[in-house]
């Protein structure tokens, strides 16, 4: 393919890639496809990655059509012609779409197999040095620990989120942040799930110090975990400070309720430190107006403090929903 050609080949390329970012993907599917035909089995290096974008621009416009099937089809066919025989320029290409296979795996509901593409992802890339790639390890790694919780699998998860943090904790890349703080609110969700309420502790005070002024859905899920924890050990003026935290941050939340079943979280702790005290602590939050409809079924459902113990037993119960759908 002579230079001519090949500026008309990724030319189409980034006119795709422009159409797929701006929502328009069937049109930028089309043009992903009359490079494909173009190129056809072309042995040119630079073909070969014009091929490689191709594929993977045409996969991410297939993911935003829901359309689960022909993407996955995009990301083995790339990995088919290139995992083990392309040039190293287009490494990140093909790492990406073996992320993106994991991802997509997934949602199609295929677990197990969803949780080999992690594995295999992390252990391939663990070590790459270009920082685009170790964002994508890091979210997997991630993810690998969700699904395997979402599989009731659950040591194995809290083993992938340590491994993260110890990994991942203290770095200086700003971009790892978010994902470190995720996992830190996973692994005290699981601990306290496994009845580790000291370490879920641990865990959720660390997440706060690190989200900082940032992060308000982050910070709201620490101190949800911290609130819980410490009525569970009837550390009840530890708990009450957290749950005084929580509301303070729920103005700042999009998409309320910001954890599921927190309506029902906040009954619990109404059963442990008494219907009047957490209808004073919200009525005195910026979230007395959201939580007003709340106030009513409190009033009406949790009468005195005889269900203290079932509220204990609910709380710990209700982390595993809570939790279970944080991440990816």
């Known amino acids: 393919m002579d230079d001519q050609e090949l500026e008309w080949v990724f030319g189409q390329i980034f006119d795709a890639e422009d159409l797929c970012e701006v929502g328009a993907y069937e049109d930028a599917i089309a043009l992903c496809d009359e490079v494909l035909e173009t190129c056809g089995e072309c042995d040119d290096e630079d073909v070969h990655e014009a091929i490689a974008h191709a594929l993977l621009c045409r996969g991410r416009s ?54 080999g593409k992690y594995a295999a992802f992390v252990d391939r890339y663990k070590w790459h040095e270009e920082p685009q790639v170790q964002d994508q390890v ?55 799930c496994m009845g580790q309420t000291k370490t879920a502790i641990a865990s959720a005070t660390l997440g706060v110090e690190k989200c900082e002024a940032s992060y308000s859905a982050e910070r709201f899920h620490c101190h949800l975990v911290l609130a819980t924890a410490y009525l569970i050990s009837q550390e009840i003026e530890s708990g009450e400070k957290h749950v005084a935290s929580l509301l303070d941050l729920l ?12 309506h029902f979280s906040l009954r619990d702790m109404a059963m442990i430190i008494g219907r009047d005290r957490i209808l004073e602590l919200i009525q005195r939050s910026p979230s007395a107006a959201i ?34 759908s944080f991440g990816g």
């Open 291 to 324: 939580l007003a409809p709340l106030v009513d079924t409190l009033k009406q459902k949790v009468r005195n403090d005889s269900e203290r113990l079932k509220g204990i037993k609910d709380m710990a119960e209700d982390l595993e929903t809570d939790f279970a």
């Open 251 to 262: 103005p700042e939340i999009e998409d309320f309720p910001p954890a599921a079943n927190f």
């Open 62 to 115: 297939f993911a935003a059509l829901e359309r689960f099937e022909d993407e996955l089809w995009c990301y083995s066919e790339l990995l088919k012609r290139f995992e083990s025989d392309g040039p190293a320029i287009i490494d990140p290409l093909v790492a990406e779409a073996q992320f993106n296979a994991a991802v997509v795996t997934g949602q199609m509901g295929y677990t197990e197999e969803s949780i």
């Open 138 to 192: 890091i979210r997997a790694q991630f993810n690998w620990a969700v699904t395997l919780a979402h599989s009731d699998r659950r040591k194995e998860a809290l083993s992938q989120l340590n491994k993260l943090v110890v990994r991942y904790g203290d770095s200086s890349e700003p971009q790892y942040d978010i994902t470190v703080i995720r996992a830190l609110i996973s692994k005290a969700g699981l601990e306290l």
